[in-house]
């Protein structure tokens, strides 16, 4: 199976021997960094452009984050804490995805291969109409926005929720959503090439402003409800003294300040980017006027 089942154990001492080895996760995350390291290695054998040290960094740092997520702690204790669900769903969605994407697995991979075969794979991508038709519509921010947050708000629906806390099946397929459009959230935004051109800033500011918005809208739903939207969590018992309400808020909690701050970093520093290249661009306009 590709991902773990949940467990229903919360012995706060076996915490850090939480651990298991899955059978398919283990090869799909070694074959992920063996390929990596031998794509960087040809790249800089044949002449290509390797990524700098800091994008492999990124890359590996992803990958860790995925073992994390799939094979440590925050897979064991998801069926019995909702905040550990949460963290788990982070290190997917905010964690993994986003450095994986910075080590741009993509590129690399393409600048490994002999010239003859790179230009082979673009040309039967990129060159082919319905594939580029079908890869435009696919990483159009619009397209990424509604499938990024739709998957994001439809998964913490509580019939939806709690049908993957009891269902594997449906556990492995929200883990697979959440994951996969990340990736895709991501890579649009972070790195698009070479199948599409970077977003504008506007396009990026939008589309990070409105993945904030709802986030909040959802973050903030869970963590101030006095209810308990999740009735699947009290018929487990908790470690300490904390009860299903107080993990929910501490769940929605850590959704919210997690995500908050990351979008809102992000869009400050897109924004300041902007402002910084205008600025560049005056001053040298400036300069050709006065001389």
């Excluded at 905010?94 to 010239?115: F, K, N, S, T």
Aim: net charge positive; glycine share 6%.
């Amino acid at each position: 199976m590709l991902f773990p089942a949940l467990h229903t154990t919360a012995n706060v001492e076996s915490w850090p021997r939480a651990w298991h080895l899955d059978p398919v996760l283990v090869p799909l995350l070694t074959a992920a960094g063996v390929g990596y390291l031998i794509a960087l290695r040809a790249a800089r054998h044949s002449g290509g452009r390797p990524p700098p040290a800091w994008r492999a960094v990124a890359y590996f740092a992803g990958l860790a984050a995925l073992a994390v997520a799939l094979l440590g702690p925050p897979d064991h204790f998801n069926g019995v804490l909702f905040w550990v669900h949460m963290v788990q769903h982070l290190l997917l969605m905010l964690v993994a995805a986003p450095l994986l994407v910075l080590g741009r697995p993509i590129w690399l991979m393409l600048w490994a291969l002999p010239p003859r075969t790179r230009r082979g794979i673009l040309r039967a991508t990129l060159g082919s109409r319905p594939v580029r038709s079908s890869l435009s519509l696919l990483t159009h921010p619009l397209t990424v926005l509604f499938l990024y947050n739709g998957s994001f708000i439809a998964w913490h629906l509580p019939s939806l929720y709690q049908a993957a806390v009891v269902n594997e099946l449906v556990h492995e397929l929200e883990h697979a959503s959440f994951f996969g459009t990340a990736l895709l959230f991501w890579q649009v935004l972070l790195d698009p090439r070479p199948w599409r051109p970077r977003l504008s800033t506007e396009a990026a500011v939008l589309l990070l402003f409105v993945t904030w918005m709802a986030s909040d809208l959802l973050c903030a739903t869970v963590t101030l409800s006095s209810e308990l939207l999740y009735p699947i969590y009290a018929q487990t018992p908790k470690p300490g003294r904390i009860s299903p309400l107080g993990d929910q808020r501490i769940g929605g909690a850590l959704m919210w300040v997690t995500g908050g701050v990351l979008y809102v970093v992000l869009l400050v520093s897109w924004v300041a980017r902007a402002a910084s290249r205008t600025q560049h661009q005056a001053r040298g306009l400036t300069g050709r006027l006065r001389t």
